[in-house]
């Protein structure tokens, strides 16, 4: 089946870095989701991506849809220590209509260092 | 608008009984999927429901099963449960074209 590769699987930084990670596939996407999970919760929605080429900012977060449509990179500038938890991606095939379309990657695990 | 709400939150079952979680999603939103999440497999996709229909399903054993009702609020059931049940269990509500999933707090269920 379909695959996302999502790297790096864990990062640890210090406050104040900036932070890049990224999911590819060979599968091509319509819609790109970027979502942060805390321990014991449900991931967030925190961004979303519609377009190829789409660049979308979310306050520090600034997310991108490649423009193959196989991959989108997701960038945190001046990390805080709130920042902490894992950063998934999910690509969604076709154009909606069911959630089973949705393709998560594995996640990158974010620690910081204050 | 309140987010997806499941309950409960935390469960703790013996092998080989059976257990339903329940989810309410999003206050207009029709589609309801249910996933499990575990260290090792990551997110995996169990069932959606769609107007009180299953719409799609995961490779799970027939002993998950799920339903939705005409307030769109949805239960998933699992049957005969195993150690390797034991996961964080997702609900995920859906807006109109699907095009975002919105997850709840989540069912940590653990089996002894």
């Known amino acids: 089946g379909q695959q996302l590769n999502q790297s790096p699987q864990s990062m640890f930084i210090q406050e104040g870095e900036d932070v890049s990670m990224n999911c590819t596939s060979s599968s091509i996407f319509n819609t790109w989701l970027w979502y942060k999970q805390e321990p014991g919760e449900g991931p967030v929605l925190l961004i979303a991506l519609y377009k190829a080429g789409e660049l979308t900012s979310n306050g520090r977060l600034t997310a991108q849809f490649g423009i193959t449509r196989k991959d989108s990179f997701l960038n945190i500038s001046a990390s805080i220590p709130s920042d902490v938890g894992i950063y998934f991606c999910a690509g969604q095939l076709g154009y909606g209509g069911s959630q089973g379309n949705l393709i998560f990657g594995k996640g990158t695990k974010l620690s910081v260092k204050p | 608008k309140a987010g997806v709400t499941q309950t409960p939150r935390y469960l703790i079952k013996t092998r080989g009984q059976q257990v339903t979680l329940s989810c309410s999603p999003i206050?207009?939103?029709?589609?309801v999927s249910w996933y499990q999440q575990t260290p090792g497999q990551g997110l995996q996709f169990l069932f959606e429901y769609f107007s009180e229909t299953q719409r799609n399903k995961g490779n799970f054993p027939g002993r998950f099963s799920g339903r939705q009702f005409s307030n769109s609020r949805s239960e998933m059931n699992v049957s005969t449960l195993e150690l390797g049940d034991s996961a964080l269990y997702l609900c995920a509500s859906g807006n109109f074209m699907n095009t975002e999933a919105f997850f709840g707090q989540g069912t940590r269920l653990t089996v002894v």
């Open positions: 206050s207009g939103h029709r589609s």
